[in-house]
């Protein structure tokens, strides 16, 4: 059995937690809380939350998509 944890496409992998916090931050500055699943509990999905309202973004690419929905940079 092989684990390669320094794969990009490893849930927690040092490119995916980079990536993590630099869409949080662009949530944030977007007025936005960007949040996520663990990945010990299965796949990583993720969601926003704002004025206590939530949107669903199943994977890290639609979390950049609709921070360019709301505005936000990255």
Do not use: C, M
């Not at 390669?4 to 490119?15: N, R």
């Not at 500055?29 to 939350?49: F, I, M, P």
């Amino acid at each position: 059995l092989h684990t390669d944890t320094t794969d990009a496409d490893f849930p927690t992998s040092g490119a995916q937690e980079q990536d993590f916090k630099t869409l949080t931050a662009g949530f944030a500055q977007a007025g936005h809380n960007l949040h996520r699943t663990d990945a010990k509990d299965g796949s990583v999905t993720y969601w926003a939350a704002r004025w206590g309202l939530v949107r669903y973004l199943p994977t890290i690419d639609t979390a950049r998509r609709f921070l360019e929905q709301i505005g936000g940079r990255l």
